[in-house]
């Protein structure tokens, strides 16, 4: 079956902690027509959250002029893609940020367990960084076909 494009939706907003709910409200917008489980729709939030906490936190630093981007779209054969960009300072080892339990950022009592999350509740997890560039990374999750 060929995939088509049915719907996406896009914004940006600054890299300050007090955005982390925008992010879940539009999540929770955009997937509103789609009737998924309230457990379907909590993991969504608890992934988005976490991509963009890491922006945040890691891609900025805390730096409040940080812009963060993120784009849903949604597929024909349901196939639900959430993508969350920054311009911040990027990673080294994208391999390695993805391990479980590991993090930069002992200081904070952070676990190192974002993108472990985001790998578990998605059925694919893409990283792409450059270093003094910035990170993109894209979620995907298959959700009842339309
Ligand atoms: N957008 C980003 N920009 C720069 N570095 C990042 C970004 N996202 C993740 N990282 C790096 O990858 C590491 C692992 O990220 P991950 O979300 O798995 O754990 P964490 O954020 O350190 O801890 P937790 O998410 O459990 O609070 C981070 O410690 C950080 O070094
Ligand atoms: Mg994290």
């Given amino acids: 079956m060929k995939r088509t494009l049915l719907r ?4 940006s907003f600054d890299a300050k902690s007090e955005n ?4 879940r409200i539009f999540v929770t917008g955009f997937v509103l027509p789609l009737g998924l489980s309230a457990e379907q729709l909590a993991d969504l939030k608890t992934v988005v959250s976490e991509a963009v906490t890491n922006c945040i936190v890691h891609a900025y630093r805390s730096d409040p002029d940080g812009r963060i981007r993120l784009s849903i ?9 959430m993508t969350v960009s920054d311009r911040g300072c990027g990673i080294e080892d994208v391999k390695q940020a993805r391990e479980p339990f590991f993090t930069t950022d ?13 790998e578990t509740f998605m059925n694919r997890l893409q990283v792409v960084s450059e270093v003094g560039k910035g990170t993109r990374v894209t ?7 339309a």
């Fill in 73 to 81: 779209k949604y597929y024909s054969d349901g196939l639900l893609r």
């Fill in 20 to 23: 982390e709910s925008l992010s």
């Fill in 106 to 118: 002992r200081e904070h009592e952070r676990c190192g367990m974002g993108f472990a999350i985001m």
């Fill in 139 to 145: 979620m995907e999750k298959r959700l009842n076909a």
């Fill in 8 to 11: 996406s939706a896009t914004v």
